[in-house]
């Protein structure tokens, strides 16, 4: 039970991040040559297998509950972020991500920026595509790394961010456009859902408690996490509503 939970989280946040490389990718690509865009993916991936290669084996030393106990409440601060944001957004408060009009506004930007060439290749290009892999691919090894090395198994994490990167690469290979189409808000509600509950999760074991019926405690824990963020939106709706000046339009 506690394993599908974490290559699904894993899976989803990491889907989320690369979503958002991609559309910088593309718009480096497009915008300034694909060589430059792509050189500056694989000095990216590089530099992320260093970090992971040096990081990973450090995780290993450290107690398995201080580990939980820091790893949880980390999830916590990042999960409850990422559960803010989606609640007012579902609510009307926030608008929704638009990653149409993030690639727009890249590719705008990088056309329009100071062309630096060097040994074949645009530099603007080349760092735009960097910053972004490298950034975003961040999130995604402190996802495999806290979420694996709490659960003894950071190749099941790996697994479910392994597995997003193959979907969204070859989605964006084909079509070679923004992933418009993905319910990228639905997903950032559910992540937002899965690192607040494996925080709660975790951060109580790290503290020595325990969860009657182990791992199985994680679907109560995930229940009351849904019904609690449900309960957020429809209060937070009907207050836009009331809120709302009289003949306004919803």
């Given at each position: 039970?506690?394993?599908?939970?974490?290559?699904?989280?894993?899976?989803?946040?990491?889907?989320?991040?690369?979503?958002?490389?991609?559309?910088?990718?593309?718009?480096?690509?497009?915008?300034?040559?694909?060589?430059?865009?792509?050189?500056?993916?694989?000095?990216?991936?590089?530099?992320?297998?260093?970090?992971?290669?040096?990081?990973?084996?450090?995780?290993?030393?450290?107690?398995?509950?201080?580990?939980?106990?820091?790893?949880?409440?980390?999830?916590?601060?990042?999960?409850?972020?990422?559960?803010?944001?989606?609640?007012?957004?579902?609510?009307?408060?926030?608008?929704?991500?638009?990653?149409?009009?993030?690639?727009a506004r890249e590719l705008d930007v990088a056309r329009n920026a100071e062309r630096l060439e060097?040994?074949?290749?645009?530099?603007?290009?080349?760092?735009?595509?960097?910053?972004?892999?490298?950034?975003?691919?961040?999130?995604?090894?402190?996802?495999?790394?806290?979420f694996g090395s709490s659960q003894g198994s950071i190749w099941l994490a790996a697994l479910g961010?392994?597995?997003?990167?193959?979907?969204?690469?070859?989605?964006?290979?084909?079509?070679?456009?923004?992933?418009?189409?993905?319910?990228?808000?639905?997903?950032?509600?559910?992540?937002?859902?899965?690192?607040?509950?494996?925080?709660?999760?975790?951060?109580?074991?790290?503290?020595?408690?325990?969860?009657?019926?182990?791992?199985?405690?994680?679907?109560?824990?995930?229940?009351?996490?849904?019904?609690?963020?449900?309960?957020?939106?429809?209060?937070?709706?009907?207050?836009?509503?009331?809120?709302?000046?009289?003949?306004?339009?919803?």
């Amino acid at each position: 039970m506690s394993a599908a939970f974490l290559v699904l989280s894993a899976f989803l946040a990491s889907a989320v991040e690369m979503v958002e490389a991609l559309t910088i990718v593309l718009a480096a690509g497009l915008a300034r040559g694909w060589r430059s865009a792509l050189t500056g993916v694989a000095a990216a991936t590089l530099t992320l297998v260093v970090i992971v290669g040096a990081l990973g084996p450090a995780l290993t030393i450290i107690p398995l509950n201080a580990l939980r106990l820091v790893v949880g409440g980390l999830l916590l601060v990042f999960g409850l972020q990422w559960l803010r944001k989606a609640i007012l957004r579902a609510s009307g408060y926030k608008a929704l991500h638009d990653e149409d009009a993030i690639f727009a506004r890249e590719l705008d930007v990088a056309r329009n920026a100071e062309r630096l060439e060097g040994n074949g290749l645009d530099w603007y290009g080349f760092t735009l595509s960097f910053k972004g892999v490298l950034l975003e691919g961040l999130e995604v090894a402190f996802i495999v790394l806290t979420f694996g090395s709490s659960q003894g198994s950071i190749w099941l994490a790996a697994l479910g961010a392994a597995a997003a990167l193959v979907l969204v690469a070859a989605i964006g290979v084909t079509v070679r456009a923004p992933l418009a189409r993905v319910p990228e808000n639905t997903m950032k509600f559910a992540v937002g859902i899965m690192l607040t509950t494996f925080g709660i999760f975790w951060s109580t074991e790290g503290a020595g408690a325990h969860w009657p019926g182990a791992d199985a405690s994680l679907i109560g824990v995930l229940a009351f996490v849904i019904a609690s963020s449900g309960a957020l939106v429809t209060l937070l709706r009907r207050q836009r509503v009331l809120s709302a000046p009289v003949g306004a339009e919803a």
